[in-house]
């Protein structure tokens, strides 16, 4: 893991309410007042996005971290608390050395009240049969959610749109 966000705008805020440099912390990866400042900082950007696409008319999504504390701790993503109209959780089940049924877990971390407004994103290079296909589609839909997403359509040969139609049906 690594950490990130060390811009000189970020530090300055940091110590504008802290009285330090974060780079002068002791371990900063590590401090919870650090990690928060950039947690904001993000979640204030989220709100200027929604501001601009609300007087568009516009609706708005993000592809995120699969649930809120994994965001959290990894990415700085809170995005629980983001007013998006969708989210589209990565659920990269691989990516985490887990099994297809991670997927389904991963789901349950999410808030109920998310959910109406999940789309399960589903990684097809990690999907190289139909019968897994068919399982991480089967563990997405264990909750109600909004639908599924497949990242990337174009590692979705036309042999696999066959199999995907008679999974769906």
Same mark, same amino acid.
């Given at each position: 893991?690594?950490?990130?966000?060390?811009?000189?705008?970020?530090?300055?805020?940091?110590?504008?309410?802290?009285?330090?440099?974060?780079?002068?912390?002791?371990?900063?990866?590590?401090?919870?007042?650090?990690?928060?400042?950039?947690?904001?900082?993000?979640?204030?950007?989220?709100?200027?996005?929604?501001?601009?696409?609300?007087? @568009?008319?516009? =609706?708005?999504?993000? /592809?995120?971290?699969?649930? !809120? $504390? #994994?965001?959290?701790?990894?990415?700085?993503?809170?995005?629980?608390?983001?007013?998006?109209?969708?989210?589209?959780?990565?659920?990269?089940?691989?990516?985490?050395?887990?099994?297809?049924?991670?997927?389904?877990?991963?789901?349950?971390?999410?808030?109920? @009240?998310?959910? =109406?407004?999940?789309? /399960?994103?589903?990684?097809? !290079? $990690? #999907?190289?049969?139909?019968?897994?296909?068919?399982?991480?589609?089967?563990?997405?839909?264990?909750?109600?959610?909004?639908?599924?997403?497949?990242?990337?359509?174009?590692?979705?040969?036309?042999?696999?749109?066959?199999?995907?139609?008679?999974?769906?049906?």
């Amino acid at each position: 893991q690594f950490d990130f966000d060390y811009h000189p705008l970020a530090r300055q805020k940091f110590f504008q309410l802290f009285g330090i440099d974060p780079i002068d912390l002791q371990n900063p990866e590590l401090n919870v007042e650090w990690h928060q400042v950039r947690l904001n900082e993000i979640n204030a950007l989220v709100q200027e996005f929604r501001l601009l696409t609300d007087s @568009a008319k516009i =609706k708005l999504s993000a /592809a995120v971290f699969p649930y !809120p $504390a #994994l965001a959290r701790k990894n990415v700085r993503q809170d995005w629980s608390f983001w007013p998006l109209n969708e989210v589209y959780p990565m659920l990269y089940h691989n990516f985490y050395e887990q099994e297809i049924s991670w997927i389904n877990f991963a789901l349950q971390q999410i808030p109920r @009240a998310q959910r =109406k407004k999940t789309v /399960a994103g589903l990684f097809l !290079p $990690a #999907l190289q049969d139909s019968s897994s296909l068919k399982n991480a589609i089967h563990q997405a839909t264990l909750l109600p959610i909004k639908g599924i997403a497949f990242f990337s359509i174009d590692h979705l040969p036309k042999r696999k749109n066959e199999q995907l139609k008679q999974i769906i049906k």
